[in-house]
């Protein structure tokens, strides 16, 4: 929402200290629950009599399942709310940067559409994220959310599906940058043909495009 102090705040350091966090994180928290025996307290019975030839659907008990559905919930929303600020936030700017240039030059109908693309890409990569975001949890959180009731009858064919999904999400940002940026398709094409490994390598420009 601060485009001139962001570089100044989210540094080089803070994004790393980011990044390592959302790993260890989750690394930490199914470490505890799954790897302790606490997601399937009181449903010994039941886990010694699945079969797991060809997969294994993991069991977690209502209070467990109540907890990992919170911790979906909450931060998708805090997720959602975040980003419709900053949209909100960058529509305003881009108003009022088209007002300025309006009237600074008369013939400003190119800098308005320059601003209005801009304005259109970040609602369609913002828009984009979250939903892409939801559409692969979703269906997983709610299948293990519904069958920790239902007494655990869900095919176990439904189960891998909404565990795919889920698993996709990490490819669908790639390929959502990659779609609305040209700088990051180039940059993909330059790792993917060795160009990483060339002497020149450190003057490539993404942006010349």
């Given amino acids: 929402t601060d485009p001139l102090v962001y570089p100044t705040k989210f540094t080089v350091s803070v994004s790393g200290i980011c990044i390592g966090l959302s790993w260890v994180l989750p690394i930490t928290y199914s470490g505890a629950v799954f790897y302790t025996g606490v997601s399937d307290d ?14 294994c659907q993991i069991v977690v008990n209502q209070q467990w399942v109540l907890i990992d559905f919170l911790l979906f919930f909450i931060p998708t929303l805090v997720m959602i709310i975040l980003y419709s600020k900053i949209f909100l936030i960058a529509k305003q700017q881009a108003v009022k940067i088209e007002n300025t240039g309006s009237k600074a030059e008369s013939s400003s109908e190119s800098y308005k559409a320059r ?68 700088w990051f398709r180039k940059a993909i094409k330059v790792i993917l043909r060795g160009g990483l490994f060339k002497d020149t390598s450190s003057t490539i420009s993404l942006f010349s495009e």
């Avoid at 009181?42 to 997969?55: N, Q, R, T």
């Avoid at 959310?145 to 669908?172: H, V």
């Fill in 115 to 182: 601003v209005a693309r801009r304005e259109r890409k970040a609602a369609k990569i913002l828009g984009v994220t979250v939903v892409a975001f939801m559409i692969a949890w979703l269906p997983y959180t709610m299948d293990t959310l519904i069958d920790a009731y239902m007494g655990f009858t869900t095919p176990a064919y439904i189960y891998e599906i909404c565990c795919w999904g889920a698993y996709y999400n990490s490819a669908m940002n790639p390929l959502i940058y990659a779609l609305f940026y040209p």
């Fill in 42 to 55: 009181g449903m010994e019975e039941l886990v010694s009599a699945l079969s797991c030839v060809g997969g």
